[in-house]
């Protein structure tokens, strides 16, 4: 019977060790499935785009399988789990970038500081709320040389309701410090509103120009600045929105608290319209600017703003391609966190670079006056 017993035990320990390394499999293929997010079209596969999304918890599940069979001295398992992870190195480290700041001595002296923020139309204030906003307290601080904004919301320079939301000269007036400003408007008219894309520069803007984008209110401006006695090429974003309502959002927190199945179809019925659609429209957006990118003749190129999508995505790759530089990938730490509100936390903001320039000190402000974070970094030209 002891020997019966024994033997039951085992085959038991197997069944369970077998099982739990099948289940690590899939985990492993999933892993798998979503970094090809960089690659499939979304409008051919639009379920590999939503495992990219879901990059971070995916490569977490896989990390757990490896501490798990590292502590049951599973040896040949934790090794196939580590070959795995370490295969993922790119997506990872892009996802995770591991660099600690530069010294201020050892940056270029003749260096610029990029800012990019999506400023939510500064959450629509009005009146005294509007003048003594947060946000603008923060541009007149922040020391940046180029300044990009998106949905940025002004009433017109001849507006004098000062119970109304601020004026695009009275944005102007605290933004003393940036002679250069352009506003690109996107949508269509919103009544005695000017709403788009916006760029504040201390050095000249020479074109300004709106991309071909289709979309009822998002978009992309191209400028051409002279920065040194050199031309650069800026590109400031605000790719097509989810448009995930805060109704949406309250779904999702709840399938995920409750875990009720009959909530599945609906989810999945919620999601297909929201990010499908948007994951589309937003393959075509990359691939129109990726396009004009490479036909400029500038002596550099950079490219910001809120791309609504993560690094593990079709448009951040397509974007990015082979001769731009993600400069929070390059110069981060952590996952940096652009996108914060009601528990949806991504890293969907980028100031990306060409190899003419260093980058330096890429940082997210963890300031709350909106529902994005500001990024920032510093740019060196480098030397000929």
Same mark, same amino acid.
């Given at each position: ?29 999933i892993l798998i499935l979503s970094t090809l997010a960089w690659y499939v ?16 918890? &995916? ?25 795995? &992870?370490?295969? !993922? ?27 990019? %923020? ?40 001849? /507006?004098?309701?000062?119970k109304s939301i601020i004026s695009e000269a009275e944005i102007k007036q605290k933004l003393k410090d940036y002679? %250069? ?12 509103? &000017? %709403? ?6 201390? !050095? ?22 002279? &920065? ?84 593990? /995505? ?66 060196? !030209?480098?030397?000929?």
């Amino acid at each position: 019977m002891r020997v019966k017993n024994k033997l039951s035990k085992i085959r038991v320990g197997r069944f369970i060790k077998y099982t739990v390394f099948a289940t690590n499999l899939i985990a492993i293929i999933i892993l798998i499935l979503s970094t090809l997010a960089w690659y499939v079209v979304p409008s051919r596969v639009t379920f590999i785009a939503y495992l990219g999304l879901g990059f971070p918890i &995916i490569l977490f599940i896989n990390i757990l399988y490896l501490i798990l069979w590292v502590i049951t001295f599973r040896w040949k398992y934790a090794l196939v789990q580590l070959i795995a &992870i370490c295969a !993922f190195w790119q997506p990872i480290l892009t996802c995770y970038p591991i660099h600690f700041k530069t010294k201020e001595k050892d940056i270029p002296q003749k260096h610029i500081k990029v800012l990019t %923020y999506n400023v939510r139309a500064f959450n629509w204030a009005k009146g005294e709320a509007a003048r003594n906003n947060p946000i603008l307290e923060y541009l007149v601080n922040s020391n940046a040389d180029i300044i990009c904004l998106q949905e940025f919301a002004v009433s017109p320079s001849n /507006s004098k309701n000062k119970k109304s939301i601020i004026s695009e000269a009275e944005i102007k007036q605290k933004l003393k410090d940036y002679p %250069y400003s352009r506003i690109i408007k996107l949508g269509s008219s919103r009544g005695n509103l &000017i %709403y788009g894309l916006a760029c504040f520069s201390k !050095f000249p803007i020479e074109k300004a120009e709106s991309l071909p984008l289709e979309s009822s209110y998002n978009g992309s401006a191209m400028y051409e600045l002279k &920065i040194n006695k050199r031309k650069v090429t800026l590109v400031n974003n605000h790719l097509e929105s989810n448009r995930i309502t805060s109704e949406d959002k309250k779904l999702y927190k709840e399938f995920f608290k409750t875990r009720d199945r009959e909530m599945i179809g609906e989810v999945a019925m919620n999601v297909q319209t929201r990010l499908g659609a948007a994951y589309k429209i937003r393959e075509t957006q990359a691939k129109i600017i990726r396009s004009i990118i490479d036909k400029q003749e500038t002596d550099a190129t950079i490219v910001c703003g809120d791309f609504n999508d993560s690094p593990i /995505s079709y448009a951040y790759y397509t974007i990015k391609g082979d001769n731009l530089v993600d400069s929070y990938a390059n110069t981060g730490f952590g996952q940096g966190i652009t996108y914060h509100e009601n528990k949806f936390w991504f890293r969907i903001d980028f100031i990306m670079h060409s190899m003419a320039f260093q980058s330096y000190n890429c940082t997210v402000d963890k300031i709350k006056y909106s529902d994005h974070y500001p990024v920032w970094t510093y740019l060196a !030209f480098k030397e000929k």
